[in-house]
T-cell receptor, first 113, second 117 residues
Framework: KQEVTQIPAALSVPEGENLVLNCSFT??????LQWFRQDPGKGLTSLLL?????REQTSGRLNASLDKSSGRSTLYIAASQPGDSATYLC????????????FGRGTSLIVHP | DAGVIQSPRHEVTEMGQEVTLRCKPI?????LFWYRQTMMRGLELLIY????????DSGMPEDRFSAKMPNASFSTLKIQPSEPRDSAVYFC???????????????FGAGTRLSVL
C-alpha cells in the first residue's frame, strides 16, 4: 500500500528565505505526483503536476523535482512571502492506472514579515 | 466562472440523521470528485464521476454513503444514517480532463464542514 510522508509537518520562516518542502512515497511505481496548496478553510489549489517521466516542473517562484527511484519529491519556494503561508500537500497516483490518489498530510508553512 | 460551489458550508446534525451535501461543478467540466478530509486520515478520495457516471467508488467507506450525479451540473453525497465518526470536511472538485491525463487540474470547492453529534 502506498504511503506518502511529508516533512516537516510545520515550518515557520522569515520572509525572503528560500524553502524546501519534502515529500516521500514508499512505492516508486507512480504515474504522476502533484503538489497542492490549501489555505485555511478552503479547498486545494493545484500548483504543479509532474509526470513519472519528468524530473521537474517550474511555475514562477515554485520548482518541484521528482526522483522516482528514491521515492522523493521536493517543492522549492524561492524568496518566500507572507502570502505563501498555507498548507502544502503532495499526492501520488499509482502507475496501475488507479484513479485514487494517495495524499500526504501536508506541511503547514508560515512566512512571517 | 464562480468556481465549484458546495452547499451547505457548515452542517451540524445528530447521529442517525440523513445528511445531503451538494456540489455544482464548473460548467464544462466532465470529471467530478468527492473527497473527505479529517485530522486522523488526511485527505481521501471517496468517488470519481466522469460524464455523470460513477467510475471509481472504492473510496466510499460504507454503504451508508452514496453519491449521485443526475446531470452535468449537480452532484450529491448522502450519508444515511450519519455517525459521529463521519464528522469531517467534505470537498467536491471538478476537472475538464480525466484524472490520469497529463494536464489534469482539479478545481476544489470551499468544502462542507460536517459535525455529527
Amino acid at each position: 500500500k502506498q504511503e506518502v510522508t511529508q516533512i516537516p509537518a510545520a515550518l515557520s520562516v522569515p520572509e525572503g528565505e528560500n524553502l524546501v518542502l519534502n515529500c516521500s512515497f514508499t512505492d516508486s511505481a507512480i504515474y504522476n505526483l502533484q503538489w497542492f496548496r490549501q489555505d485555511p478553510g478552503k479547498g486545494l489549489t493545484s500548483l504543479l503536476l509532474i509526470q513519472s517521466s519528468q524530473r521537474e516542473q517550474t511555475s514562477g517562484r515554485l520548482n518541484a523535482s521528482l526522483d522516482k527511484s528514491s521515492g522523493r519529491s521536493t517543492l522549492y519556494i524561492a524568496a518566500s512571502q507572507p502570502g505563501d503561508s498555507a498548507t502544502y500537500l503532495c499526492a501520488v497516483h499509482a502507475s496501475g492506472g488507479s484513479y485514487i490518489p494517495t495524499f500526504g498530510r501536508g506541511t503547514s508553512l508560515i512566512v512571517h514579515p | 466562472d464562480a468556481g465549484v460551489i458546495q452547499s451547505p458550508r457548515h452542517e451540524v446534525t445528530e447521529m442517525g440523521q440523513e445528511v445531503t451535501l451538494r456540489c455544482k461543478p464548473i460548467s464544462g467540466h466532465n470529471s467530478l470528485f468527492w473527497y473527505r478530509q479529517t485530522m486522523m486520515r488526511g485527505l481521501e478520495l471517496l468517488i470519481y464521476f466522469n460524464n455523470n457516471v460513477p467510475i471509481d467508488d472504492s473510496g466510499m467507506p460504507e454503504d451508508r454513503f452514496s453519491a449521485k450525479m443526475p446531470n452535468a451540473s449537480f452532484s450529491t453525497l448522502k450519508i444515511q444514517p450519519s455517525e459521529p465518526r463521519d464528522s469531517a470536511v467534505y470537498f467536491c472538485a471538478s476537472s475538464s480532463r480525466a484524472p490520469l491525463s497529463a494536464k489534469n487540474i482539479q478545481y476544489f470547492g470551499a468544502g462542507t464542514r460536517l459535525s455529527v453529534l
